[in-house]
């Protein structure tokens, strides 16, 4: 019998922690209803199918549907928590900070393209930033729970667009949470640790693992 390989990951700050900027009670509802929420719907789901026992990145590479929805779900949220820190944001480690310059003109060019490519994303989704096939940083907009990962290409960076993940905090100002979230939030070390991966050619870091100096 194949037993489950899934697990939610326990979040990597207090739920407090980010406080002004992301309450305490959004991270409440968000991790525990919502992420925990699609777990729950995707062990339910891939009972008895050939997904059963599966690592969650296969699911994800080989699933349709609603098993694909919650799937990418799970593995997007626990990415875009890495992506945070109490008293992030700020400039990147200086070798990031060249790529971003380099791909976007300059930081404030990867800002601004950062909150306008999140600002014209329709409905929900995430922003990610991404290496493409050619090598170059991009950043794009995927809706729902679609993931770099279905392509096979590694993320470095994600904002979630879901309103859930703002609403309580910003109300309908999605712009002034994607300030915040830039200007405050951002893990650096962790989208740092994600490049120097991706430039070696190894797999993105996994949700939870945890980062050597961070």
Known sequence: MQTSKLHLPPLPYAKDALEPLIGA????????????????????????TPHAGQALEEIISTSEGSIFNNAAQVWNHTFYWRCMRPG????????????????????????????????????SGYVWLQRGRDGQLVLRFAANAETPLREGIAPLLTADLWEHAYYLDYRNEREEYVEAFLDHLVNWEFVHE?????????PPTQPGEELTGV
């Not at 991270?27 to 339910?44: A, C, D, S, T």
């Open 88 to 123: 992030g944001g700020g400039m990147p480690p200086r070798e990031l900070c060249t790529a971003l310059e380099t791909a976007f003109g300059s930081f404030d060019g990867f800002r601004r393209r950062f909150l306008a490519v999140a600002l014209a994303g329709f409905g």
């Open 194 to 202: 994600n490049w120097r991966r991706d430039m070696a050619d190894m």
């Open 25 to 48: 009670e959004t991270l409440e509802y968000h991790y525990e209803g919502h992420h925990r929420g699609y777990l729950v719907k995707l062990e339910q789901a891939i009972k008895g």
